[in-house]
Structures are given as structure tokens and as C-alpha cells.
Nanobody, 127 residues
Framework: QAQLVESGGGLVQAGGSLRLSCAAS????????VVWFRQAPGKEREFVGV????????YYADFVKGRFTISRDNAKGMVYLQMVSLKPDDTAVYYC????????????????????WGQGTQVIVSS
């Protein structure tokens, strides 16, 4: 049962930007480590990036290459994925997930360590 809610997806032209949001349904993301994954049609789920509970630490997949930024507003209980210079290859369903504690980079990339998941938001980048 999903306990996180993503929003902000949509259709954008290549080179454009989107900001995705992740919120907790019936709770708060404050102090939780929050990750973003994505899954393109016919492909496996892929780690995008993660942010620590206090926002002091971030870790991104290599393909992000400075185009994506994860931030959080703990006063609002929100986590954001800002995406710029979007490419058609970025087309996917984007998911946020959360767990209580930070972990090693290897473990943070693994979906199975997260306790709470959203249903995903679709991002389509047209060429």
C-alpha cells in the first residue's frame, strides 16, 4: 500500500524542465531518507538520487550529471526532484521511496531497503 504521493510529472520537450514532488500521505517525511527511482518501459527500475533526512547529504546516479537536484523542505514535509535539460531517455515513471535511516551508497541504490513507496508519476520527454 503506497504511503507516499508523487506529483509534477507530465509531457515536456527535450531541453525542458520539470519539478517532481514527493509527500507523505497521512504522515511526514521529516527526518526520513528519501530516494527517487525511475522505470522506463521495458527496463528495470533505476536509481536516480537520494537525500538524507536533514538534507545535508545527497547522492546521485552518474547519468544525472548535474541535471537533477534533490532538495527538501522539512517545514512542509516535502521532497523535490528538480530536473533540467531533460532528454527523451529520461522518459519514465518516477517513484519516490523513504526509509528512516541513511545507509551506505551501495545500499541506498537498492529499492528493497525502502519501507514506503509512492505510485509514481509519469514523465514524458519528447524530442
Amino acid at each position: 500500500q503506497a504511503q507516499l504521493v508523487e506529483s509534477g510529472g507530465g509531457l515536456v520537450q527535450a531541453g525542458g524542465s520539470l519539478r517532481l514532488s514527493c509527500a507523505a500521505s497521512g504522515g511526514s517525511l521529516i527526518t526520513y531518507t528519501v530516494v527517487w527511482f525511475r522505470q522506463a518501459p521495458g527496463k528495470e527500475r533505476e536509481f536516480v538520487g537520494v537525500i538524507s533526512g536533514n538534507g545535508g547529504s545527497n547522492y546521485y546516479a552518474d547519468f544525472v550529471k548535474g541535471r537533477f537536484t534533490i532538495s527538501r523542505d522539512n517545514a512542509k514535509g516535502m521532497v523535490y526532484l528538480q530536473m533540467v535539460s531533460l532528454k527523451p531517455d529520461d522518459t519514465a515513471v518516477y517513484y519516490c521511496a523513504a526509509r528512516q535511516y541513511w545507509a551506505t551508497f551501495t545500499r541506498l541504490r537498492a529499492g528493497e531497503i525502502y519501507d514506503y513507496w509512492g505510485q509514481g508519476t509519469q514523465v514524458i520527454v519528447s524530442s
